[in-house]
């Protein structure tokens, strides 16, 4: 069965520090693999999505992410983290059908950052 | 930038009662979602819509659940007879299917008492 894990339940860092989120997933094909930020009462945004092609893939707001097919990860990264990012994170599998395409999220990962 | 709206934000209602959550998904998108996510826990998949029929539904989504896409805008979804459980945040989302990217509403969060 596909399953997403974001081992990492809550993470802290200091402002300008650099950040990685961790993601693992499991999926009998070449995944789709998404990450989500959600602010405080807010809904869910897209960061980056990595369907095929370069396993390093840019998203917005300085996020990237690298696939890394033989550990079944695809981790979060940042080189400087701000304050304005303190979120929680989503990472989530796309199980894809013609019709359908629905996201597996994992738990998620509460960023808090530190001035 | 087009977005996807949600009606209300906000909704309590008594255990028993039906409760209708509303979205308008963004204009030329084909597929359409709704998940939710119960306090402190992971975002869940309820079910997906596409060409005006259910094409996928989760454990969750039982009888008392239902789906519908009355007037080529509005996407919304049905709770017959709430329950305590029900109590969640309820994101609509949209998708055209070339991007295979899933956008988001804000939520309605669903108090049941």
């Known amino acids: 069965a596909q399953s997403v894990t974001q081992p990492d339940i809550h993470i802290t860092v200091s402002e300008g520090a650099s950040l990685e989120l961790r993601c693992n997933y499991s999926?009998?094909?070449?995944?789709?693999l998404f990450w989500y930020v959600q602010s405080p009462g807010q809904g869910l945004q897209l960061l980056l999505k990595?369907?095929?092609?370069?396993?390093l893939v840019q998203g917005i707001k300085g996020f990237e992410a690298e696939f890394k097919r033989s550990q079944s990860s695809f981790n979060l990264r940042k080189p400087s983290v701000h304050w304005s990012d303190a979120a929680e994170y989503f990472c989530?599998?796309?199980?894809?059908?013609?019709?359908?395409?629905?996201?597996?999220f994992g738990t998620g990962t509460r960023l808090q950052v530190f001035p | 930038e087009p977005e996807v709206t949600q009606t209300p934000s906000h909704q309590v209602t008594q255990m028993g009662q039906e409760v209708i959550l509303r979205c308008v998904p963004i204009?030329?998108?084909?597929?359409f979602y709704w998940y939710r996510q119960i306090l402190g826990q992971k975002v869940e998949f309820l079910v997906s819509?596409?060409?005006?029929?259910?094409?996928?539904k989760s454990e969750i989504f039982d009888d008392q659940f239902s789906v519908e896409r009355p007037d080529g805008s509005n996407f919304t979804l049905k709770i017959r007879s709430t329950k305590l459980e029900d109590s969640a945040m309820y994101f609509c989302?949209?998708?055209?299917?070339?991007?295979?990217?899933?956008?988001f509403g804000p939520g309605t969060r669903l108090t049941v008492t």
């Open positions: 204009s030329n998108h084909l597929y």
């Open positions: 989530a599998v796309g199980a894809l059908s013609y019709n359908t395409d629905k996201l597996i």
């Open positions: 999926y009998g094909a070449t995944p789709y």
């Open positions: 819509f596409y060409n005006n029929e259910i094409s996928e």
């Open positions: 990595y369907f095929s092609g370069d396993t």
């Open positions: 989302a949209s998708m055209t299917g070339a991007t295979r990217e899933q956008y």
